[in-house]
């Protein structure tokens, strides 16, 4: 199975302020296809997660363009440029390259 | 945009099976472009990817639980289930449904839309 981690694990940021975290995965998501299959989620308190980004930096539908994904192969980065308080949450990266699909222990972000 | 709702018993009993359903609506379960899938999350804990399912009963599953979990779907009723057989109270979890969107509508894949969740606790 592909293992993905993430940093930090925990992460408290000033509103207005930007926030970046990190996903790293045990095997290359650049499928033969060309596109790398990496996501990004939101699970926001009480909420079911909620899908941010695709394919390393596509943004889905109906998602700020303050969040913004970045990387390749195997690093990763998703970044929010002004932190709101309506950002706050876990986020979790996955992977969905080869089943079964993986998901990164999360990083929990709080508002100072 | 596609609506979905797990719905099934809160409590099972170890040993026992656990029985979820998933209704979908706003749009045809019988898709060709999208799969079924369900992802659970233990409390206070990160997420699992069960298994997915195609309309026609195409599935795979997560390894770690294949010889437990049958997914199956009821295209007359736009549903798609979960079981999960020789529970214990590691299966204690919030469990989710979710569509997957495959290259045909998305040109890419992913589970774009997710029900709200439904807590199963294995006790006796």
């Known amino acids: 199975d592909i293992v993905m981690t993430q940093t930090p694990l925990s992460l408290s940021v000033t509103p207005g302020q930007p926030a970046s975290m990190s996903c790293k995965s045990s095997?290359?998501?650049?499928?033969?296809?060309?596109?790398?299959?990496l996501y990004w989620y939101l699970q926001k308190p009480g909420q079911s997660p909620q899908l941010l980004i695709y394919?390393?930096?596509s943004r889905f539908s109906g998602v700020p363009d303050r969040f913004s994904g970045s990387g390749s192969g195997t690093d990763f980065t998703l970044k929010i440029s002004r932190v709101e308080a309506e950002d706050v949450g876990v986020y979790y990266c996955?992977?969905?390259?080869?089943?079964?699909?993986?998901f990164g222990p999360g990083t929990k972000v709080d508002i100072k | 945009q596609l609506q979905l709702q797990e719905s099934g018993p809160g409590l099972v009993k170890p040993s026992e099976t656990l029985s979820l359903t998933c209704t979908v609506s706003?749009?045809?379960?019988?898709?060709?472009?999208?799969?079924w899938g369900w992802i659970r999350q233990p409390p206070g804990k990160g997420l699992e990817w069960i298994g997915n399912?195609?309309?026609?009963?195409?599935?795979y599953y997560n390894p770690s639980l294949r010889s437990r979990v049958t997914i199956s779907v009821d295209t007359s009723k736009n549903q798609f289930s979960l079981k999960l057989s020789s529970v214990t109270a590691a299966d204690t979890a919030v469990y989710y449904c979710?569509?997957?969107?495959?290259?045909?509508?998305?040109?890419?894949?992913?589970?774009?839309?997710w029900g709200q969740g439904t807590l199963v606790t294995v006790s006796s």
């Open positions: 399912i195609y309309y026609s009963g195409s599935t």
């Open positions: 996955m992977q969905g390259i080869h089943p079964p699909f993986t």
């Open positions: 394919e390393v930096s």
């Open positions: 706003g749009g045809s379960i019988s898709s060709s472009s999208y799969y």
């Open positions: 979710a569509s997957y969107c495959t290259n045909a509508v998305c040109y890419s894949y992913y589970f774009d839309y």
């Open positions: 095997q290359s998501l650049l499928h033969s296809d060309g596109k790398t299959y």
